[in-house]
């Protein structure tokens, strides 16, 4: 009888320190968690370790390599890991909580900040900030630097200046949305005397459809904050959705497949189309660069051009520049692995072999020892701006959610196939913008 | 009449033979389409069997052993259904022998928590039970068994209770007598008999272990393992492309020892999964 | 012999009992509390009360899931008892090759939910595109259909197992009886097999609900959820707002979303063992 009692008191006990510790583990969850870290660096023989979780997975092998590189020379384990595309978030949340949650990962600006924020280590004081060439490349906390910019890249149509020759025209020949739609209409018209096809197909796979669900959609947006001269909204109106129609079914209707198998193209069928000449136009940026040329493709046949949408002052629109890459260190990470952490951001940024990595693969590094770039079309986005043309700025960061995102990329997928009007995509361009925006902030 | 009965085993066992091309077919179309090229896998050729041009042999195999981490993930998944799997046919017999053949309420309160831990749906828990796991480091597949022993032990433990409670007890009594202890007469006496018990539960837990996806992502440290159920869902997104050719391969590799294994214990597999329907 | 074993608790009992706090008990609590927080981490938990449950009540997507989520359940349930019961009857009508159609029958059991998913995707959009209908992704009726077509491949094989084992505990006399009382084959089947085998239906129907309601990795692989979460069930759903979506919000949606689920699979379960013991007692 006694061992009986004694029995329901231990699962009693039992019971409530379950309960008790699912109501207040603040304080054991975190010790737990440093001794966790802790024990890993010292089992390591090291002082830190870093675990950065990689945002673009077509630069994934070149962090591999670097990383390997990082570590030979300095002992520092460096993991990287990619999240796949469309999941990064999910990612990010769901490894943040872990012991070994990433030391490095990124937002993707001011809303991506809004979430994250907590995460964010104040880079003010590190060796790291002091490398910037200026401080509009920081995004702020308040006063607390929570993220850097890493990369400008541009974006825009890149075209195959050799078909486009065979065809009858030059890059110049193009300034504006009519002249596009006119090139563009003619190709596809003597697309079978050609051989080749105006556009590469415009893929609403995961992989790919963040080119028309977020860069496109970038410019609707970028020339309605124009007009009103701001920078944010909590509600858009889609004064210029008309032009996001007109490119969209100009890309579906001049693409080198039938706009109802774009829901399964990949961004890798679009990329081996345009490498292998079967279209003139590719609606992509600067980070694509390394990937065509080692595809075999070379400068003199590479250039990029602005995405006229038939907005604007089309005669001053340059390429679309800006960022939405940020890394941000995680604040919850040991004191040793966050020292890591940024000890190898400062090398990346300025020893040779990060630099050169990143200014090759990805495009303009805004850090003081940057190598100089031969990336084709960060050189086109600079001779647009010399000649006076003004960058469209990236937008898409003001976006209100992915989920926002998602809801326009459907519609456009359903309205490529037939199965969805444009009445849809208006309605998640412009409900889903003041729905999403309410429930991100509320 | 005999005739006439003739004629209606003939059209079902036609019926019954179309039926069967139909559940073959879809793996068959697997098998073809993972020996052509990447490039000759579209919607419009999946149908047709691979000719010269098309075929490249195992080479979607090689290179999904070789630079996919097949078969790292393979021994993975290997390790953790069979770790899992032992560790909760030990544990949980252990378990339901004690709750049936002791009264009181750690019995009653354990049985009535392990019956209501099978209904509950895995989202329920799948937040906290992932950073519970990451907090005990219990995130390797060489640990995870633990999770496993905790989150299916109800299906076990209900299963063994309901066969234990038709064992007479006079046998167990007659051992304890003759000097056994507890464990003794467990280890010698009542897992022999409930060897049928044993084997029904291990197929179950198998099936459910081996193809389990949700739990393993989540709980694995992603940095370094992968399960198949989780490469293969990897193919998907990562890198920017999917690659139909090793994909493929992967499943056909994934499919194949199962259904050989399938067909060698098929008595059992088909005596399990009766056992545990009774039961559940 | 009771008190003997009852001292050997910590090597009968504990090893489990702990594991099962760890797996399930502990994070179930915890997921409980939770779903009352707003919540990044469990680290950062802030008490907000029921605004997670008048959320996740109002939200139109939600209640969506739960309709697809309810009309699947139903469609593939009656789908694959009546086909499933069908070959068994067929299988115990001493059929040549019978042992064949049960073993292919049978095997999608044992492929894993996401696999099966990949396959049928492939095999699905691949026809769909012959046919020049729109492709999986994009429309939700096709996604409902493939749901089901795979969700019956896969289950009918098991199903029908049990059903085989149900028929044929029936004894022989019955049949051999009613023949000989010049029954026809349909009062056979709906006065002697039907109701000798209730127990099996009762089972079948209410695993296949279960299953139904619970899908997860089939609706994964197979759709996604696309387009626009209109074939999202509700597991996929509480998926998604979990950790798809930012903000430290949606974790406590989903969380009080999950409870929400939980408290619908426990019900269903309920009704099952009140239709099970009713049955006992008849018999």
């Given at each position: 009888?006694k061992?009986?009692?004694?029995?329901?008191?231990?699962?009693?006990?039992?019971?409530?320190?379950?309960?008790f510790a699912?109501?207040?583990?603040?304080?054991?969850g975190?010790?737990?968690?440093?001794?966790?870290?802790?024990?890993?660096?010292t089992a390591?023989?090291?002082?830190?370790?870093?675990?950065?979780?990689?945002f673009?997975?077509e630069a994934d092998?070149?962090?591999q390599?670097?990383?390997?590189?990082?570590?030979?020379e300095?002992?520092v384990?460096v993991?990287v890991?990619?999240?796949?595309s469309?999941?990064?978030?999910?990612?990010?949340?769901?490894?943040i909580i872990?012991?070994?949650a990433?030391?490095?990962?990124q937002v993707?600006?001011p809303?991506?900040?809004?979430?994250?924020?907590?995460y964010?280590?104040?880079?003010k004081?590190?060796?790291?900030?002091?490398?910037l060439?200026?401080?509009?490349?920081?995004?702020y906390d308040?006063?607390?630097?929570?993220?850097?910019?890493?990369?400008?890249e541009?974006?825009?149509?890149?075209?195959?200046?050799k078909?486009?020759e065979q065809?009858?025209?030059?890059v110049?020949?193009i300034?504006?949305?009519?002249?596009?739609?006119?090139?563009?209409?003619?190709?596809?018209?003597?697309k079978?005397?050609?051989?080749?096809a105006?556009?590469?197909?415009?893929?609403?796979?995961?992989?790919?459809d963040w080119?028309?669900?977020t860069h496109?959609a970038?410019?609707?947006?970028y020339?309605?904050?124009?007009?009103k001269g701001?920078?944010?909204?909590?509600?858009i109106?889609?004064?210029?959705?008309?032009?996001y129609?007109?490119?969209w079914?100009?890309?579906?209707?001049?693409?080198?497949?039938a706009?109802?198998d774009?829901?399964?193209?990949?961004g890798?069928?679009?990329?081996?189309?345009?490498a292998?000449?079967?279209?003139?136009?590719?609606q992509?940026?600067s980070?694509?660069?390394?990937?065509?040329?080692?595809?075999?493709?070379?400068?003199?046949?590479?250039?990029?051009?602005p995405?006229?949408?038939?907005?604007?002052d089309?005669a001053?629109q340059?390429?679309?520049t800006?960022?939405?890459?940020?890394?941000?260190?995680?604040?919850?990470?040991?004191?040793?692995?966050?020292?890591a952490?940024?000890?190898?951001?400062?090398?990346?940024?300025?020893?040779?072999a990060?630099?050169?990595?990143?200014s090759?693969?990805?495009?303009?590094?805004?850090?003081k020892q940057?190598?100089?770039?031969t990336?084709?079309?960060?050189?086109?986005?600079?001779?647009?701006?010399?000649?006076?043309?003004?960058?469209v700025?990236?937008?898409?960061?003001?976006?209100?959610?992915?989920?926002?995102?998602?809801?326009?990329?459907?519609a456009l997928?359903?309205?490529?196939a037939g199965?969805?009007s444009?009445?849809?995509?208006?309605?998640?361009?412009?409900?889903?913008?003041?729905?999403?925006?309410?429930?991100?902030?509320n | 009449?005999?005739?006439?009965?003739?004629?209606?085993r003939?059209?079902?066992?036609i019926?019954?033979?179309?039926?069967a091309?139909?559940w073959?077919y879809?793996?068959?179309?697997i098998?073809?389409?993972?020996?052509?090229g990447?490039?000759f896998?579209?919607?419009?050729?999946?149908f047709q069997l691979?000719?010269a041009?098309?075929?490249?042999?195992?080479?979607?195999?090689?290179?999904?052993?070789?630079?996919?981490?097949?078969?790292?993930a393979?021994?993975?998944?290997?390790?953790?259904?069979?770790s899992?799997?032992?560790?909760?046919?030990?544990?949980?017999s252990?378990?339901?022998?004690?709750i049936t053949?002791?009264?009181?309420?750690?019995?009653?309160?354990?049985y009535?928590l392990?019956?209501?831990?099978?209904?509950?749906?895995?989202?329920?828990?799948?937040?906290t039970?992932?950073?519970?796991?990451?907090?005990?480091?219990l995130?390797t597949?060489?640990?995870?068994?633990?999770i496993?022993?905790?989150?299916?032990a109800?299906?076990?433990?209900?299963?063994?209770t309901?066969f234990?409670k038709?064992i007479p007890?006079?046998?167990?009594?007659?051992a304890m007598?003759?000097?056994c202890?507890?464990?003794?007469t467990?280890?010698?006496?009542?897992?022999?008999?409930l060897?049928?018990?044993?084997?029904?539960?291990?197929?179950?837990?198998?099936?459910?272990?081996?193809?389990d996806?949700?739990?393993?992502?989540?709980?694995?440290?992603?940095?370094k393992?992968m399960?198949?159920?989780?490469l293969i869902q990897?193919?998907?997104?990562?890198?920017g492309h999917?690659?139909?050719?090793?994909?493929?391969?992967?499943?056909m590799?994934?499919?194949?020892p199962?259904?050989?294994?399938?067909?060698?214990?098929?008595?059992y597999?088909?005596k399990g999964?009766?056992?545990?329907?009774?039961?559940? | 012999?009771?008190?003997?074993i009852?001292?050997?608790w910590?090597?009968?009992?504990l090893?489990?009992?702990?594991?099962f706090c760890?797996?399930?008990?502990?994070?179930?609590?915890?997921?409980?509390y939770?779903?009352f927080?707003?919540?990044?981490?469990?680290?950062?938990?802030?008490?907000?009360?029921?605004d997670?449950?008048?959320?996740a009540l109002h939200?139109?997507e939600?209640w969506?899931?739960?309709?697809?989520?309810?009309?699947?359940?139903?469609?593939?349930?009656?789908?694959i008892?009546v086909?499933a019961?069908?070959?068994?009857?067929?299988?115990?009508n001493k059929?040549?090759?019978?042992?064949?159609?049960?073993t292919?029958f049978?095997?999608?059991?044992?492929?894993?939910?996401?696999?099966?998913?990949?396959i049928?995707?492939?095999l699905?959009?691949c026809?769909l595109?012959l046919?020049?209908?729109?492709?999986?992704?994009l429309?939700?009726?096709?996604?409902f259909?493939?749901l089901?077509i795979?969700?019956?491949?896969q289950?009918?094989?098991?199903?029908?197992?049990?059903?085989?084992?149900g028929l044929?505990?029936i004894p022989?006399?019955?049949?051999?009886?009613?023949?000989?009382?010049?029954?026809?084959?349909?009062?056979?089947?709906?006065?002697?097999?039907?109701p000798?085998?209730?127990?099996?239906?009762?089972?079948?129907?209410?695993?296949?609900?279960t299953?139904?309601?619970?899908?997860?990795?089939?609706?994964?692989?197979?759709?996604g959820?696309?387009?626009?979460h209109?074939?999202?069930?509700?597991?996929?759903?509480?998926?998604?707002?979990?950790?798809?979506?930012?903000?430290?919000?949606?974790?406590?949606?989903?969380?009080?979303?999950?409870?929400?689920?939980?408290?619908m699979v426990?019900?269903i379960?309920?009704i099952?063992?009140?239709?099970?013991?009713?049955?006992?007692?008849?018999?």
């Amino acid at each position: 009888m006694k061992m009986k009692k004694v029995l329901a008191l231990g699962l009693v006990a039992m019971m409530s320190a379950a309960a008790f510790a699912g109501c207040g583990s603040g304080s054991d969850g975190s010790t737990a968690s440093e001794g966790g870290s802790n024990g890993t660096a010292t089992a390591d023989g090291s002082n830190g370790q870093v675990y950065y979780l990689n945002f673009k997975p077509e630069a994934d092998e070149a962090w591999q390599e670097i990383a390997k590189q990082y570590t030979e020379e300095t002992g520092v384990p460096v993991t990287v890991i990619t999240a796949a595309s469309g999941t990064y978030e999910e990612t990010l949340s769901s490894e943040i909580i872990k012991d070994e949650a990433p030391t490095l990962f990124q937002v993707n600006g001011p809303v991506g900040l809004a979430n994250w924020k907590d995460y964010c280590y104040d880079l003010k004081d590190t060796s790291l900030y002091n490398e910037l060439t200026s401080d509009s490349y920081a995004l702020y906390d308040g006063d607390a630097v929570a993220g850097i910019a890493y990369v400008i890249e541009s974006y825009g149509l890149i075209v195959n200046t050799k078909l486009l020759e065979q065809a009858g025209y030059t890059v110049d020949d193009i300034a504006s949305f009519d002249d596009l739609k006119k090139v563009a209409e003619d190709i596809t018209a003597r697309k079978d005397e050609l051989g080749f096809a105006a556009f590469t197909s415009a893929g609403m796979d995961s992989s790919s459809d963040w080119r028309f669900k977020t860069h496109l959609a970038n410019l609707p947006i970028y020339f309605e904050y124009q007009d009103k001269g701001i920078d944010s909204t909590d509600a858009i109106e889609g004064t210029y959705l008309d032009n996001y129609k007109a490119i969209w079914d100009l890309y579906i209707n001049n693409a080198t497949c039938a706009p109802a198998d774009l829901a399964g193209k990949t961004g890798d069928d679009a990329e081996n189309e345009f490498a292998s000449g079967e279209a003139v136009f590719f609606q992509n940026g600067s980070w694509e660069y390394a990937n065509l040329t080692d595809k075999g493709m070379t400068d003199d046949e590479l250039a990029m051009i602005p995405i006229y949408i038939g907005a604007g002052d089309e005669a001053k629109q340059g390429l679309c520049t800006g960022t939405e890459n940020y890394w941000c260190v995680n604040s919850e990470a040991s004191e040793e692995d966050i020292q890591a952490t940024i000890d190898f951001l400062t090398w990346m940024v300025t020893s040779e072999a990060g630099t050169n990595m990143l200014s090759e693969q990805i495009g303009v590094i805004p850090f003081k020892q940057a190598a100089d770039t031969t990336n084709l079309f960060v050189l086109n986005d600079r001779a647009y701006t010399e000649a006076g043309k003004t960058p469209v700025s990236w937008n898409f960061t003001t976006m209100p959610s992915e989920e926002w995102k998602n809801g326009v990329g459907s519609a456009l997928t359903a309205y490529a196939a037939g199965t969805g009007s444009w009445d849809d995509v208006v309605s998640a361009f412009v409900d889903g913008w003041a729905t999403e925006y309410a429930a991100a902030n509320n | 009449m005999k005739a006439k009965e003739n004629i209606a085993r003939i059209i079902v066992f036609i019926i019954l033979c179309l039926l069967a091309i139909f559940w073959i077919y879809p793996v068959f179309m697997i098998l073809i389409n993972s020996l052509k090229g990447d490039t000759f896998i579209s919607t419009s050729t999946v149908f047709q069997l691979p000719n010269a041009e098309s075929f490249i042999g195992l080479e979607n195999y090689t290179n999904a052993l070789a630079s996919k981490g097949f078969a790292a993930a393979f021994g993975y998944s290997l390790v953790i259904t069979l770790s899992a799997d032992v560790l909760i046919l030990v544990c949980t017999s252990m378990c339901a022998w004690y709750i049936t053949r002791v009264h009181g309420i750690l019995s009653n309160v354990c049985y009535a928590l392990f019956v209501f831990s099978m209904v509950v749906p895995f989202q329920m828990l799948m937040f906290t039970l992932s950073s519970t796991a990451d907090r005990l480091d219990l995130d390797t597949p060489f640990n995870i068994c633990i999770i496993y022993l905790g989150f299916g032990a109800g299906l076990a433990v209900f299963m063994f209770t309901g066969f234990m409670k038709s064992i007479p007890l006079e046998i167990e009594e007659a051992a304890m007598i003759d000097g056994c202890n507890p464990i003794q007469t467990f280890f010698q006496i009542v897992l022999p008999i409930l060897k049928p018990t044993l084997i029904s539960v291990a197929i179950l837990e198998t099936m459910w272990l081996w193809n389990d996806y949700l739990l393993p992502y989540l709980v694995l440290d992603r940095k370094k393992y992968m399960t198949i159920p989780i490469l293969i869902q990897y193919f998907r997104g990562s890198y920017g492309h999917v690659e139909m050719g090793p994909m493929m391969a992967c499943i056909m590799m994934t499919v194949l020892p199962i259904i050989i294994l399938y067909i060698c214990l098929q008595k059992y597999i088909i005596k399990g999964v009766i056992a545990g329907a009774v039961k559940g | 012999m009771e008190k003997a074993i009852r001292k050997y608790w910590p090597i009968f009992v504990l090893p489990t009992l702990a594991a099962f706090c760890v797996g399930f008990i502990y994070p179930f609590v915890q997921g409980l509390y939770l779903s009352f927080c707003k919540f990044t981490t469990i680290k950062k938990a802030t008490f907000n009360g029921l605004d997670n449950y008048v959320y996740a009540l109002h939200d139109g997507e939600f209640w969506h899931s739960f309709w697809f989520t309810a009309l699947f359940t139903v469609v593939s349930t009656v789908l694959i008892n009546v086909i499933a019961f069908a070959i068994a009857l067929a299988l115990t009508n001493k059929i040549k090759g019978s042992n064949f159609f049960r073993t292919v029958f049978f095997m999608p059991n044992l492929i894993g939910g996401i696999v099966l998913g990949y396959i049928w995707q492939i095999l699905l959009n691949c026809v769909l595109s012959l046919l020049e209908k729109p492709l999986l992704a994009l429309n939700a009726t096709y996604g409902f259909i493939g749901l089901t077509i795979l969700m019956c491949w896969q289950q009918i094989g098991y199903m029908m197992i049990i059903y085989i084992a149900g028929l044929q505990s029936i004894p022989d006399d019955y049949i051999e009886a009613a023949k000989i009382d010049g029954a026809t084959t349909g009062q056979i089947l709906f006065r002697i097999k039907i109701p000798n085998v209730m127990p099996s239906i009762t089972i079948c129907t209410f695993l296949t609900i279960t299953n139904g309601f619970k899908l997860f990795d089939q609706n994964l692989a197979l759709t996604g959820g696309e387009p626009a979460h209109a074939s999202e069930m509700l597991a996929l759903n509480i998926y998604n707002t979990f950790y798809s979506r930012s903000g430290p919000q949606w974790k406590g949606y989903g969380q009080a979303k999950a409870v929400i689920f939980c408290i619908m699979v426990i019900i269903i379960s309920m009704i099952q063992l009140k239709f099970t013991k009713s049955k006992e007692v008849q018999q």
